[in-house]
Nanobody
């Protein structure tokens, strides 16, 4: 059974940093795309960052230069280093993995349960 478990969320002040981690189990995902979405209250879920099946890192414009996505292929994990956090980064962050990258998540994508990130003074 596939499981994705996120960790590392919490409350941080504007300008601060957090690191999210996601551990996947139940399958070898080395050849899959793996990354992060987020959803703020009243908004649609949106892509934050992903490492594709071809090992290319992609970021949405609003996090470029502030967030860094990385993977440990031996451990089946993906991490998101978030620096220079802004109040508008407040959201529920979801780890996801799917067979190959698409601009919208595939129906057969696997998801974590979500982890809260709150940026507030």
């Amino acid at each position: 059974q596939v499981q994705l478990v996120e960790s590392g969320g919490g409350l941080v002040q504007p300008g601060g940093s957090l690191r999210l981690s996601c551990a996947a189990s139940g399958r070898d995902f080395r050849s899959y795309a793996m990354g992060w979405y987020r959803q703020a209250p009243g908004k649609q879920r949106e892509l934050v960052a992903v490492i594709t099946e071809g090992r290319r890192s992609l970021y949405t414009d609003f996090v470029k230069g502030r967030f860094t996505v990385s993977r440990d292929y031996a451990k089946n994990t993906v991490s998101l280093q978030m620096d220079s956090l802004k109040p508008e980064d407040t959201a529920l962050y979801y780890c996801y993995v799917q067979w190959y990258y698409t601009s919208s998540p595939r129906a057969d994508a696997y998801w974590g349960q979500g982890i809260q990130v709150t940026v507030s003074s």
